[in-house]
């Protein structure tokens, strides 16, 4: 028993951030959140803010290093983020020890991988790659069934995010979201690429369709415009 339990603490995750700050995006904007971004991606997005993830150098720490990190921010929402946290087989041990630490912990994906592996108390935010992206037709089989049943099980435990190029990526998302009445299920956010479609473009075509989404702005993005990585 007490060698499992140190094998976990000596479990490895390849880390490309580890930092505090206001969370800028999903229904949880606004509040003090500790983000765990950890490396390598499975996909290239055209539009990613995100390349230092699978370009560049990254730390491997154990699972007591980053929970160690974690005790200086009792009882604080942690994001687990990349890249694509999912590649990382560790991750699901590391969610289990911050859950048992008694943190609220959402974990963004990019959708290609199943997120029926992850444990049911954490609350998902899920890409769905739209046809401009770079990373169309990636979304894992099953996945939209697995979210709408998250979200039959426990409420917002799963949030579906669109992120928008412009006017054919919108329609191609609106007409996914009407097919599959995801709105109905899941909280659904629209979000523009930064200098690609407008906040007021997207914001006037949601309501002239009386589009029940929400649109979502990088709030980290506009308190730090400055600053490109950990915020
Ligand atoms: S999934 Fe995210 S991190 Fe990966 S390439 Fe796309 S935007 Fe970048």
């Not at 055209?46 to 699972?63: F, K, L, Q, V």
Request: net charge negative.
């Amino acid at each position: 028993m007490v060698k499992a339990v140190m094998d976990i603490s000596q479990r490895l995750l390849n880390i490309s951030e580890l930092f505090y700050s206001i969370q800028g995006e999903s229904t949880y904007a606004g509040l003090p959140c500790v983000f765990i971004r950890l490396a390598g991606c499975n996909l290239r997005c055209r539009y990613c803010d995100a390349r230092y993830t699978y370009e560049e150098a990254h730390a491997t720490m154990t699972m007591d290093a980053i929970l160690s990190f974690m005790d200086g921010y009792p009882g604080t929402l942690v994001e687990i983020t990349g890249g694509e946290p999912l590649l990382q087989e560790s991750v699901h041990s590391l969610i289990e020890q911050l859950l048992a630490k008694g943190h609220t912990v959402l974990l963004e994906t990019n959708g290609s991988l199943p997120i029926n592996t992850i444990a049911p108390e954490v609350i998902v935010v899920m890409d769905i790659k739209t046809p401009d992206s770079g990373s169309a037709e990636t979304l894992a089989s099953g996945n939209i069934a697995s979210a709408k049943e998250r979200n039959r099980t426990i409420p917002g435990s799963c949030e579906i995010k669109f992120v928008l190029t412009g006017r054919n990526d919108y329609i191609w998302a609106r007409d996914l979201v009407n097919r599959e009445a995801l709105n109905m299920s899941c909280p659904t956010l629209f979000s523009p690429v930064k200098g690609e479609l407008s906040p007021e473009d997207l914001a006037s075509w949601i309501l002239q369709d009386q589009l029940s989404v929400r649109l979502q702005l990088q709030l980290h993005t506009l308190i730090w415009p400055h600053l490109s990585r950990g915020i």
